[in-house]
């Protein structure tokens, strides 16, 4: 497959582990382009261990990690993110003692303009267009979520990854960030959605996957998913 055709990330059985406990047993999990994936499942499940795989920060201990088509296992994550990888960390990521403005400024280092970094962020994100001179650590959770999007994506990634985008958030101001995602997929960006609950990123996920003791107990439309969704959170608040 050519790598312009390739899917942006692509895991093949891969394992992990933290010194003698095995984490993940053999995950398969592909994000192809301008889709979004949601990866799903409760705490413990290994979902964080398959992000940190993903993007250089804990080693494969058995299977592949390709990053549109090319084999990365081993690559450090700042190779990654020239490779087109950007990560958008539960809480946030910005930095709380700068304005709006300085945040997104401090995002021109990859060689965006500052200006049209702000012009970008304000059109996608009008309401930081309103809090442009306000501190970031002062904004609501959900505008320093969008804060941290108008950052990732002013390094034009090919693929961004998204942890746990609701943590904290309430239900109404989550869909309007979904939507935001929904959005941005459709310019071409790739998106890796992790969540622990998952009503919500299921109305706007292309295909979901669902890990549970650090395997995937289910993959596909998340309209065919219900029953193993029901079954992996055994009755949690989804």
């Not at 290994?46 to 296992?73: D, E, W």
């Not at 442009?132 to 090919?158: C, F, K, N, Y």
């Not at 958030?169 to 890796?192: H, K």
């Amino acid at each position: 497959m050519s790598e312009h055709h390739a899917p942006l990330l692509e895991l093949r059985n891969v394992h992990a582990s933290y010194g003698r406990i095995q984490v993940l047993h053999g995950i398969d999990l592909v994000v192809p382009r301008g889709q979004v994936v949601a990866l799903l499942g409760p705490n413990g499940a290994g979902k964080t261990t398959t992000l940190l795989v993903a993007t250089g920060q804990h080693p494969a201990s058995k299977g592949c990690v390709h990053v549109g088509g090319r084999h990365v296992n081993g690559v450090k994550p700042d190779e990654l993110a020239r490779l087109g990888l950007c990560t958008i960390p539960e809480g946030r990521g910005v930095f709380r003692s700068l304005t709006v403005r300085e945040n997104l400024v401090m995002a021109s280092y990859r060689g965006m303009p500052a200006e049209q970094i702000i012009t970008d962020a304000v059109d996608r994100f009008p309401r930081l267009g309103e809090r442009i001179g306000q501190v970031a650590g002062t904004l609501s959770g959900g505008e320093q979520q969008m804060l941290a999007m108008a950052r990732g994506l002013a390094t034009d990634p090919g693929l961004l990854i998204i942890d746990e985008l609701s943590m904290g958030l309430a239900p109404l101001i989550v869909a309007e960030l979904y939507e935001i995602v929904a959005g941005i997929a459709t310019e071409g960006v790739s998106i890796l959605v992790v969540e622990q609950f998952a009503r919500t990123v299921l109305g706007v996920a292309d295909h979901a996957v669902i890990m549970q003791h650090g395997t995937v107990i289910a993959a596909g439309p998340p309209s065919d998913l219900e029953a193993e969704l029901s079954a992996a959170y055994l009755g949690a608040s989804t």
